[in-house]
Structure formats: C-alpha cells, structure tokens
C-alpha cells in the first residue's frame, strides 16, 4: 500500500528552467564551459546529465563549486520562482488523503523551504532533504531505513533522468513527468514504472495506486 511520496523540486514542483539556465551562462566563463541558448537546452533535454557535461564541456571536478555557486545565485531568485499550474492544488489534495509528502532534491534545503512558505505550501511537507547531484539514492536509502518504511510504500516523482536511476538503485517506484527539464522521449528510454503529462494525472495514478 503506498504510504509516502517524495518529489524532486526543479522542474517538478517548481518551473525554475529559465532562472538556471540564466545563472548557469553568467557562471560560464567563470568555470570555462559554453552557455546555452533556449533552442539548445532543448536539444539538452533529451541526454542523460553524464552527456549533458561531455556536450557542455564542465569539468567534473569542477561541477561541485559550481552547484554550490548556482544554488547560493538561486536563493536570490527565490521570490522569483512559481510552481507549475496545478501543483499547489494536487499537493494539498494529497496531503488532505493522509499521504506522508517529502523533498529529496540536488536545491539547497533552505531554498525549497523558502519557495514552500511563498507559495503558501508551508508544513505540507512531512520532510526536506537535500542531495548531491547525483547522490538522491543515497539520500532516499538512508531515509527509508531511518523511517523504516518498505520500498513498495514509496514512490519518487521527477522529472530527469537521474530521478528514474536514483529510484531504480532503491527499489522504489517512480513516476517521470513530462513537463520538467529532460524530454518525455528521454525519460520513457529509461523506463519510469509511469509518465504523466499533467499534475492532475498524479491524483488519477494514486487513486488508482496497486
């Protein structure tokens, strides 16, 4: 029986899509890889994020300054930043069916719980961790062995390619949604256990949950 869902942040709650392209192409020159423009972030949208850094030319052992570069830019966004049509309206409706909702995202903690208050979401989450970029495995285990919760009660929802992987490594399900960063044709190669295209499919998957 499904107990808990857990969501990602950018790009599956929140549209920050354009504030971190933004950010990521003044902080271009400064770590020395190329900008993007809109037309190629599309492109982007359908590699895995190991071929995004090949394509982008960010040294990976850079990338750890540079998350915590964009994060710290991003706090200043935050007022800025609006969750996607309709997904204020599902959070409530399942934190009213009883649902334990928490945040596992590679944002800073500080910046989620900011966003959540600004969109009167604030106590709608049962908890908020932050990860690594590609560390959400570890956090998703280490969270269901400290709350001792089986792996069929859960279920990830993302909108990359590294949200399926991160919920494939922990054995729990994962529904992909279409209207984040990577492609919809990208996200089924990779096999979600369900695609949805809107917020309110959410509702209609778990109510039909078995």
């Known amino acids: 029986m499904l107990?808990?869902?857990?969501?990602?942040?950018?790009?599956?709650?929140?549209?920050?899509?354009?504030?971190l392209l933004s950010i990521t192409n003044r902080l271009s020159a400064e770590f020395g890889f190329k900008s993007a423009t809109k037309?190629?972030?599309?492109?982007?949208?359908?590699?895995?994020?190991w071929q995004i850094l090949k394509y982008s030319g960010i040294s990976i052992f850079k990338l750890p300054l540079l998350i915590r570069k964009l994060k710290a830019e991003l706090r200043n966004?935050?007022?800025n930043i609006q969750l996607f049509a309709g997904i204020k309206e599902v959070l409530l409706e399942l934190e009213s069916q009883g649902?334990?909702?928490?945040i596992i995202t590679s944002n800073s903690r500080e910046n989620v719980l900011i966003?959540?208050?600004?969109?009167?979401l604030e106590g709608v989450f049962d908890f908020i961790d932050s990860a690594t970029t590609f560390g959400k495995h570890?956090?998703?285990?280490?969270?269901?062995?400290?709350e001792n919760f089986n792996p069929e009660q859960v279920v990830y929802v993302g909108d990359e390619v590294r949200d399926?992987?991160?919920?494939?490594?922990?054995?729990?399900?994962?529904?992909?949604?279409?209207?984040g960063f990577n492609s919809q044709s990208a996200l089924a190669a990779h096999y979600p256990d369900f695609l949805i295209e809107r917020p309110q499919q959410l509702i209609e998957l778990i109510d039909n949950w078995e």
Do not use: C, H
């Open 99 to 102: 649902f334990t909702l928490g």
């Open 77 to 79: 966004e935050i007022p």
């Open 115 to 120: 966003s959540m208050k600004n969109n009167g």
């Open 39 to 49: 037309e190629e972030l599309a492109q982007l949208s359908n590699l895995t994020p």
């Open 164 to 179: 399926i992987e991160a919920a494939k490594r922990t054995g729990i399900k994962v529904i992909a949604v279409s209207w």
């Open 3 to 19: 107990k808990v869902i857990i969501f990602d942040f950018d790009g599956t709650l929140a549209d920050t899509i354009d504030i």
């Open 138 to 146: 570890k956090i998703i285990y280490r969270w269901l062995r400290r």
